[in-house]
């Protein structure tokens, strides 16, 4: 059976809430000597980090992740939830005497976020290879956020295996050069911005859609409530938000949205057909306070789907 490689970040997550809004405390005409605190009205911690997360929701889906990153000896809690739930762990390396990454995420009441990131274990690695073993069967990698040295390696990783590749820079943006972005996107199978850093990418890298397109590139660009686009050689996709119950906690929707990518490029599902089931899937993932704690079943997936999409979901088949 084909497996999906998920790279990129495994964290603990500390997701906190402010009850009023950053910018009545932050003074713009001050921010050279910014000095701010925020009372935080709840705190918890989760399993995240980009790849726990895209793993977590590809199982949802019926996909069998295989995560390769670093973590540290404080693993073996998060190891257990991601094994109890189908994912594949045996290409994580543990290194002794690290921590696992850490995540600090304050939102406040207009949705804004606030976050900082330990990386720990994560900034080693790019010392875990993809090997032929962990390769072999694969049909996609997923290269998302860790380190700009890994995120390099891991689509060099992929050319060389000839395994097609979705790219992800996310939270990198800022530090991957013009060159790296430039050279990771142009041979991936999928990109995904969220519309801020498809504006940064264009900027860095002067390329635009056609540059990418061209070369049978997909670009997906997420717009949050506003839903997303998915852009071909062929045709744009605009795909709508799929409506979710009470909201919760936006953390992890986008990571939750990319399954359903996922899932259609290994299904060659038809794009928007992709797309409707990644809004579906990331409607429940905000229903939830933490990145993996929504649980839907299938059936419940393909019902919502419907509901929102007035056709029949691709999963029922």
Known sequence: MSHIIVTGSVAYDRIMDFQDRFREHILPDQIHVLNVSFILDKLEENFGGTAGNIAYNLALVGL?????????????????????????????????????????????????????????????????????????????????????????????????????????????????????????????????????????FRSKTSHELDDLTQRGVVVVVTQGAQGSIIYTKEKDYRIAPAQAGEVFDPTGAGDAYRAGIVLGFVHKWDWHQAGHLASTVASYAVEQYGTQRHAPSIAQINQRYEDNFNEKSPLAA
């Open 64 to 200: 069998t992740p295989k995560i390769v990153s670093a973590v540290g000896s404080d693993f073996d809690r998060y190891g257990a939830h991601l094994e109890a739930h189908g994912i594949d762990t045996s290409s994580i390396k543990r290194i002794e005497g690290a921590y696992t990454a850490v995540a600090n995420m304050i939102t406040d009441l207009d949705d804004n976020q606030i976050s900082a990131f330990y990386p720990g274990a994560l900034a080693h690695g790019s010392q875990v290879p993809i090997t032929n073993d962990i390769a072999r069967d694969a049909a996609l990698v997923i290269v998302s956020p860790s380190s700009k040295q890994e995120m390099a390696l891991r689509c060099m990783e992929a050319r060389k295996l000839k395994i097609p590749y979705c790219f992800d820079p996310g939270q990198q943006m800022t530090t991957l050069s013009p060159e790296e972005l430039s050279h990771c996107s142009s041979d991936a199978a999928i990109v995904i911005f969220n519309d801020y850093e498809w504006q940064l």
